[in-house]
């Protein structure tokens, strides 16, 4: 468990699959999360049970995913994660969601974040960690850069919203930009 201020970040239970699927059926959350990506959902609580069974067997030396709860209660809010751990090169793709949005904005998010790449910068000495959103989503951009990611590229209208195209945004983090915001707090 890794514990913040606001949240921590906890194994995923089997207890958590209906958050999981109400999150994932909650047309806000898709279109915030995922820019309304049709994959992400709606989905049936079959098909989020099979994702949600794999993610319990996955071998953190690769990937994990985090149950995102609030400290204050216990309540599970959202979900975080990596993949795409590289050992040789010491890097991941990491993300956040967060489900409940009675908590968006109140810095439960970035809180998760920070303390998954302080993990990942820590625990697993890793030396870039890195996240892509849609450039609609502003929200996030503003979090990633606040908490110390880098804008690194753009996909050209790589990303369908509706009937509009976005830009996919690529952000991304060196260790030691890491150690050095973590110096100055």
């Keep these: 468990m890794i514990e913040g201020r606001l949240v921590r970040l906890r194994a995923l239970r089997s207890g958590d699959l209906d958050d999981h699927v109400r999150w994932r059926n909650d047309p806000e959350v898709v279109h915030w999360a995922t820019g309304g990506d049709p994959l992400f959902g709606p989905v049936t609580r079959e098909a989020v049970a099979g994702f ?19 400290v204050a209660d216990g309540r599970a809010i959202g979900m975080a994660d990596y993949r795409d751990l590289d050992p040789f090169t010491g890097q991941a793709t990491v993300g956040i969601t967060i489900g409940e949005r009675d908590r968006w904005g109140g810095g439960y998010g970035s809180e998760a974040l920070e303390l998954l790449a302080g993990h990942l910068f820590g625990a697993c000495r890793l030396r870039r960690i890195e996240l892509e959103t849609w450039s609609g989503n502003e929200r996030a951009m503003r979090a990633f850069r606040r908490i110390g990611f880098v804008e690194e590229g753009r996909r050209r209208a790589a990303v369908r919203v509706g009937d509009q195209w976005y830009d996919g945004v690529l952000f991304g983090m060196l260790l030691e930009e890491w150690t050095a915001r973590t110096e100055r707090t």
Excluded at 63 to 68: H, P, Q
């Design 52 to 70: 949600h069974e794999a993610r319990l067997r996955d071998n953190p030396r690769g990937e994990t995913t985090f149950t995102v709860e609030e």
